[in-house]
C-alpha cells in the first residue's frame, strides 16, 4: 500500500472542510497533519505560518482531482458575473487549464467553462492532453546548480559538515508531481557532482575531526 503524500494544503481546517467532506463521501482515505515552513525566521512557533495539509496516497490524486473539478463544475454556473476569470483572454484561460497545480480547482472549472461559452472545446481528450503536457513539463530536471556545487565543493574542503547536506540534497532530492509521482529533482551531472560532495564532504569531515582531536591530546 502507497504511503500518503501531500496533496493539498489549506490556510486553516475551515477552508479545507469541502475536500474533506468529499473525500468522506465517496470512501477515499486520507490523512490530515499542520505543516509548517522548515525555515522560519523567528525560530518559534507560528501559527500564521502554518498549514492544513491534506494527503492522498498517490494513486487516488487523480480521482480526487477529478471529483473536485467535477463538483465545482455544478457551482460555476452561479458565479459572480465580475469574477476576475471573466476578463481573461481565451489564451490565459487555457494556461489555467495547462497548470490546474497553480489554481484551486474552482477555478479551473469556471475556466473550463468559459471557454465553453466562447465556443472552445475543452474535450476530455484535450484536458487529459493538457494533463499530460503539464506532467512532462515539471518533470524535467531543473536547470544546471553551478552556484550550490562550487559552494559545497568549497565547504567540503573546509570540512565543513554542510557540505554533505548540499551533496545529499543535489543526490537524492525529489520533487512531487500533481499525480503524486515522486522524480529526481536535478540533472544526472548535478547528481554526481552532488554524490562527490557528499563523499568529500563526509572524509573531509571526519579528517578534521580526527586532527582535532590528536591536536587536543
Known sequence: MSEFQSYQRFANVEVAQPLLQLLHQHNIPYETKLDQPRIDPSFAFNPTNSYFVVQLRPE??????????DANDALTASAAPDHYLFN?????????????????????????????????????????RLRQQRLQD??????????????????????????????????????????????????????????????????CFLLALAFRFLLDD
Open 60 to 69: 487516488d490524486f487523480e480521482v480526487a482531482q477529478t471529483l473536485e473539478l
Open 88 to 128: 481573461f483572454p481565451d489564451e490565459e484561460l487555457l494556461d489555467v487549464l495547462l497548470k490546474p497545480d497553480e489554481w484551486n480547482s474552482f477555478d479551473v472549472a469556471l475556466a473550463r467553462r468559459i471557454l465553453r461559452q466562447r465556443g472552445h472545446d475543452v474535450s476530455p481528450a484535450l484536458m487529459e
Open 138 to 203: 515539471l518533470a524535467r530536471p531543473e536547470p544546471s546548480q553551478k552556484a550550490w556545487i562550487l559552494f559545497g565543493y568549497a565547504m567540503a574542503l573546509l570540512g565543513g559538515i554542510v557540505a554533505v547536506f548540499i551533496g545529499w540534497h543535489l543526490y537524492s532530492h525529489k520533487k512531487q508531481l500533481p499525480n503524486g509521482q515522486q522524480v529526481l529533482a536535478f540533472q544526472p551531472r548535478d547528481r554526481a557532482h552532488g554524490f562527490r560532495i557528499l563523499v568529500l564532504g563526509s572524509v
